[in-house]
């Protein structure tokens, strides 16, 4: 099991960038696939982007394709996920989460969540 904090969020205008990390700890980090997920204001909570254990695959919703890129160092046990070319409609408070299926995090199939770093994108 690896625990997992969200950071780098904060107060952009729209077409700026952010770069989000989430730091995890244990010794097993390099054997999950992780994901980003995001929650607005009187909405469901949305897949992100995703990547593979080695980082070798990765998948994005389509409201981001272009825009956003997920990445990882297994040295580090952190992911990041870059935004560019930020949009209002992206803000939200956005999460991270791990399976050792990346079936599991393309679903957002989990029972728990942690508590996720806001992003407000300003018109």
């Known amino acids: 099991q690896v625990q997992l904090v969200e950071s780098g969020g904060g107060l952009v205008q729209a077409g700026g960038s952010l770069r989000l990390s989430c730091a995890a700890s244990?010794?097993?980090?390099?054997?999950?696939?992780m994901g980003w997920f995001r929650q607005a204001p009187g909405k469901e909570r949305e897949f992100v982007a995703a990547?593979?254990?080695?980082?070798?695959?990765?998948y994005y919703a389509d409201s981001v394709k272009g825009r956003f890129t997920i990445s990882r160092d297994n040295a580090k046990n952190t992911m990041y996920l870059q935004m560019n070319s930020l949009k209002p409609e992206d803000t939200a408070v956005y999460y991270c989460?791990?399976?050792?299926?990346?079936?599991?995090?393309?679903?957002?199939?989990?029972?728990?969540w942690g508590q996720g770093t806001q992003v407000t994108v300003s018109s």
């Open positions: 990547i593979s254990w080695s980082g070798t695959s990765t």
């Open positions: 989460n791990a399976d050792r299926s990346l079936g599991v995090v393309r679903r957002a199939d989990f029972g728990s």
């Open positions: 244990g010794r097993t980090f390099s054997s999950y696939a």
